[in-house]
């Protein structure tokens, strides 16, 4: 089993910045995809960035250039720096660990831009 837990988010106006954080603990592979998805009201859950453990990302459209994802293998954790930041992007962000044979996700973390 793995334990995702999210910190970080929170109410910031349009054009600020917030950095979410989520330590992995348990059954940590060291092979991995980690990766941050959203759900905004009455919205589908949908890919924010992924990064494997190698190293390469891939962002949705929507937060290239704004948003950026790292992780430290050392600590099982994964950051998202969230630049630019707009009212669209206000959402529960969830971390997401894929270890091929499992699928974990954390409790969600809200984050809110007001305009």
């Known amino acids: 089993q793995v334990q995702l837990v999210e910190s970080g988010g929170g109410l910031v106006q349009a054009g600020g910045s917030l950095r979410l954080s989520c330590v992995a603990s348990?059954?940590?592979?060291?092979?991995?995809?980690m990766g941050w998805y959203r759900q905004a009201p009455g919205k589908q859950r949908e890919l924010v960035a992924v990064?494997?453990?190698?190293?390469?990302?891939n962002y949705a459209d929507s937060v290239k250039g704004r948003f950026s994802i790292s992780r430290d293998n050392a600590k099982n954790t994964v950051y998202l720096q969230m630049n630019s930041l707009k009212p669209e992007d206000t959402a529960v962000y969830y971390c997401?660990?894929?270890?091929?044979?499992?699928?974990?996700w954390g409790q969600g973390a809200q984050v809110t831009v007001s305009s």
């Open positions: 997401n660990v894929d270890q091929r044979i499992s699928v974990y």
């Open positions: 348990g059954s940590i592979f060291s092979t991995n995809i």
């Open positions: 990064i494997t453990s190698g190293g390469s990302t």
